[in-house]
């Protein structure tokens, strides 16, 4: 392959596609070169459903959501059409998950609602079932947990900012109104703690 001045320098794979050689964390975030980060997914791995959602679980188990995320993509990318949306949402799940564990609360929220409204109903529904995939709780875990992130750093906040003027509030004392203008940090989540198990069945 021919490499132009400009190309010289960038992080590429054997066929010239861009691709960063930067260590990365457990949840995907880029490290320093020279630094130790986490072995990444390889791509374009062809599993089988059981060898997939083992291996995602496995991965969601130890914190690293967003490799998980990358397992279902290699299964919504090799497998039938009629799957899309079982894989694309639990990959959507996996993502949502790994932005809330690095304090892009808004952004996990959206991401775990919409996987959660691809297993909802429908194919997506269907194709969890002939897997043993508990879709219902995973949709509800999915929704549960974009609320928390999504709204619950503000009430948390807002009983902070409270307290420390003295003021002794129940959480569910506080004004919404009083919440919008209480500035808070993202409410950050364990991603290992809040892995969520893909089949009821699975260890």
Known sequence: ??????????????????RS????DGLGRPLPYGAEGVPR???????TPDETLREA?????AGMPFHAHEVFEDAWKSGPGSERDLWQGLAQLAVGLTHAA???????ARLLRRGADRLAGGPGSAAAA??????????????????????????EGAVE?????????????????????VPVG???VDAAAEAPRLRPDQP
Request: aromatic share 2%; proline share 4%.
């Open 102 to 108: 690095r304090g892009n609360t808004a952004g996990g």
């Open 21 to 24: 050689a930067r260590p990365r």
């Open 161 to 181: 900012a409270a307290d420390t003027a003295g003021v002794t509030r129940p959480a569910a004392a506080v004004d919404r109104t009083a919440v919008e203008r």
């Open 57 to 61: 679980q496995r991965l969601l188990d």
């Open 1 to 18: 392959m021919n490499r132009t001045a400009r190309d010289r320098g960038r992080d590429r794979d054997e066929e010239g596609r861009a």
């Open 130 to 155: 002939a897997y043993g995939i508990d879709a219902v709780g995973l949709v509800a875990w999915a929704r549960e947990l974009a609320g928390r992130a999504g709204e619950g750093g503000a009430v």
């Open 41 to 47: 997914q390889p791509e374009g791995v062809v599993r």
């Open 186 to 188: 993202p409410v950050v």
